[in-house]
């Protein structure tokens, strides 16, 4: 029987938990990183109703941003064009905002600036909604397009500590043999975490990556069975956890 052990923060993480549990897979929950507001959360409501244009990068980054502007009784600009990185920031931002929100086929940055609605974008003033660096591209691309561009930290991902060993040697006495990892960052950090003797293990186990990037990484790092999900999303993880049985 597969035994899943699942890193995705919360909800995302218990949420796939409980889905597969449903499935009759056993699964860990074991989160490597929380979800915090950012360092910039206080300045989100003033920069969010002065921008012309919104990019949310990410669910985190809608969530933090409405939940700042609902404590301080504000709405969503109506004036402002919405734009996300995926259908599901789309989604979660259309639904907070109440507003038509654009976004890409393919959930990429290049992608992203591909599209009609980033192409004339000179002296407009775009906000970026991401959480603690990342996106680096869309920002140097729409200054060059001489827009007015700025970031904002909505949230932070903040690393969570475990004790290695002792987890180590639990998930193998709970039959752990598959691993779903969603970032390069996190993978490195899961490893770093534990002591050496249990890397042979680590590396042997089925390892669910979200894109091939990660793929390349984890086969570098001496995973031996790599799978690509081609999404970080929980549905996407499940299709790739099921068609691997």
């Known amino acids: 029987m597969t035994t899943c052990l699942i890193t995705r923060p919360t909800p995302e ?6 889905q597969l549990t449903q499935r009759g897979v056993q699964a860990i929950h074991q989160p490597l ?3 915090q507001a950012g360092k910039q959360y206080s300045e989100l409501v003033e920069r969010i109703q002065q921008a012309q244009i919104i990019i949310a990068i990410s669910q985190h980054a809608v969530y933090w941003a409405n ?6 009784a504000q709405s969503w600009p109506l004036t402002a064009r919405y734009l996300a990185i995926g259908q599901k920031t789309a989604h979660k931002l259309s639904k907070a905002s109440q507003q038509k929100v654009h976004y890409p086929d393919v959930s990429d940055s290049e992608h992203l ?5 980033l192409a004339n974008v000179g002296e407009q003033a775009i906000l970026i909604l991401r959480g603690n660096g990342g996106r680096e591209l869309l920002h ?3 200054s060059m397009r001489n827009a007015e561009v700025q970031y904002c930290e909505a949230y932070q ?5 475990f004790d290695g060993n002792q987890a180590a040697k639990r998930w193998q006495q709970l039959g752990v043999d598959t691993l779903v990892i969603t970032s390069g960052e996190q993978l490195i950090q899961f490893e770093r975490n534990l002591p050496p003797e249990h890397l042979a293990w680590l590396h042997q186990l089925r390892l669910v990556v979200p894109s091939q990037r990660i793929v390349d990484l984890a086969q570098q790092m001496g995973f031996k069975h790599r799978i690509n999900a081609h999404g970080a999303a929980n549905p996407d993880l499940l299709r790739a956890l099921s068609n691997s049985q």
């Open 33 to 35: 990183i929380e979800i």
């Open 157 to 161: 991902r903040v690393a969570v500590n």
């Open 67 to 72: 939940h700042a502007l609902a404590q301080a």
């Open 140 to 142: 140097q691309t729409l």
């Open 13 to 18: 993480g218990e949420l796939l938990c409980e």
């Open 113 to 117: 600036l591909a599209m009609d609605e």
